[in-house]
């Protein structure tokens, strides 16, 4: 029996819990459902268990506008994120909302009833908060030998819960952001650690506590605290982006001496952390208390920079012929892209091929009626880019019903110019399914930019008649 809702979210991480409670804000006379895969909430912060698991951004762009954090750090713990989360579902009743172990296969939307239907649900509004990677299938470098390698191979978004490193020899495939969490955090117990590297990454050492907004903390509200500190991190982080792409020679001077600093080699910083590209063409990562560096100078772990050739018994055999002993290798080689939870959307049966559909404020797609996407920023918090979306539909919903409309669709007109992915970094991870991704130009509203300032600029005062298309459905289904 199909079950009827005005909104459905897909998907209980920190994206759908944002929506609804958006949404249940503006409209609280509709039904909200949210319909989660897997058997928990937190999304992401559930799913990786791997050590040392954390978050680039700092909590107070990451939590919830609406929900103070109360913690001492600034950089927080994948556990800490997750209980977070949950509470704030239980004291917002959100959790109520969710139906868990619903996987979405398929969305049709019916223009006759004006509604989507979703794997046994009826829905007015399609709200979807999937994340952009695939949860059961990480990327697979596919690596020669790896059934000649006498050692354990794991990929930290499949991590086993009893696996012990105590006193082994691991490799580390990788440069990102999960490598260098990674490495620090198995140095203390292994008997060392490699990052294996074929490119540098540019790697900043940060606080792991923000001095500032514990001090704002105890001046003022928590909940004026919260924002005051948001803010400030925010623009702080929009600067240093800024500052990179406009002075890319000097921030990579600057990110160079930092390196000099906290491992004390010149020699370590120009051949394992001097990327070829520059500052913020592919995403900066972060290391709490360089901890990173320090794991580095006490020799407790290494970088090596090379190419791979393959697997061999004893270890990792590079294209210059030594070979990376290692009794565990953890290839930290990134994230498969799946695009909308890999859901398949139809319009009255037909096929959308998303490629050819063009972002609405980053919010809607073209030709694809009361249908929103939540997509976090890449080069900033995830949460600030999803409450700006989050309460962009909220004022789409408030706009229908006020109007007494149905059915909101943008339509794109022919003349938008050049077109490029809505999701553009040159990230390998993104580079790899750029030709997947819905379109945006390169003006609002037919635009989402890495630029929370133009976002903000031109997403919190969206004009709702320039680019969307209103209207009534004659004969309807009503939840």
Known sequence: MTQLTDVLIVGAGISGINAAYRIRQARPDLTVTILEARDTMAGTWDLFRYPGVRSDSDIFTLAFPFRPWQG????????????????TARETGIDQLIRYGTRVTSADWNSAEGRWHVDGYSARFLVLCTGYYDYENPHDPEIPGTSDFAGEIVHPQLWPED?????????????GATAVTVVPAMAGRAEHVTMLQRTPTYVLARPRRDVVANALRKLLPAGTAHRVARAKNILGQWLLYRLCRRYPDRMRALLRKGVVATTGSAEIADRD????????D??????????????IRNGSASVVTASIDRFVPEGVRLEDGRVLPADLVVTATGLRLKLLGGIDVRRDGAPVDLSETVTWHGTMLSGLPNLAVCI????LSWTVRADMTARLIARILSHLGEAGMDVVEPVAPADLGELAPFMDMQSGYLRRSAHLMPRAAGHYPWSIRQDVMADARATNHADLTDGLCWSKVSQGVRA
Request: hydrophobic share 40%.
């Open 376 to 379: 976090g920023y890449i080069n």
């Open 163 to 175: 696996l012990d490193y105590t006193g082994r020899r691991v490799v580390v495939v990788g440069s």
């Open 273 to 280: 952390f001097a990327p070829p590209y520059a500052p913020w």
């Open 72 to 87: 001492r750090d600034a950089i927080v713990g994948g556990e800490e994120i997750r209980e977070y989360v949950l509470r």
């Open 282 to 295: 592919q995403r900066l990562c972060i290391a709490p208390d360089g901890d990173l560096f320090t794991a």
